[in-house]
């Protein structure tokens, strides 16, 4: 069982499959959206995820074309969830956002042409330009 939540504790959730994928993103709109330099991350099939308390909503375009759901905290503004539409079947939740840290181990790094340059990167991690999902 996967378990995590919001800076606050008003959203709560846990997750009743395996980890499909995970890595860390560096695209520019991740990136403004935690107020980090990357966004760490798992995917979970869609219908995994149960919420506890009332998520906000911001929608935005994706790279696809398609639209991009993110969902956050609107109390302390912690960004949790996102849902592309182009993945119907999935969700991504925050890494940030875990009770276990230690269950992330990230499998790629995303849209790593937009990393800041200071970036490292572990070799041993595959790195891809723009998106791998």
């Known amino acids: 069982m996967i378990t995590g ?8 959730y846990k997750v009743e499959a395996n980890i499909l994928k995970s ?6 709109a ?7 330099a990357a966004w760490p991350f798992i995917v979970i099939p869609q219908e995994s995820l149960i ?14 074309g398609k639209k991009a759901h993110i969902s956050f905290c609107g ?3 912690s ?7 182009i993945w119907p079947h999935i969700r991504i939740v925050a890494a940030s956002s875990l009770d276990d ?17 200071w970036t490292l990167f ?3 991690i595959p790195k891809f330009d723009r998106s791998a999902i």
Do not use: Y
Not at 23 to 28: P, T
């Open 79 to 85: 960004t949790l969830f996102g849902r592309p539409e």
């Open 101 to 117: 840290q230690n269950i992330f181990s990230p499998n790629m790094h995303v849209w790593t042409e937009n990393a800041p340059k």
């Open 23 to 28: 890595g860390v993103c560096h695209c520019h």
């Open 30 to 36: 991740c990136q403004r959206l935690t107020g980090g």
């Open 51 to 64: 919420i506890q308390g009332k998520t906000k909503e911001f929608v935005r375009l994706g790279s696809s």
């Open 5 to 12: 939540k919001c800076f606050c504790g008003a959203i709560q």
């Open 122 to 124: 572990d070799p041993s």
């Open 75 to 77: 109390t302390c503004g």
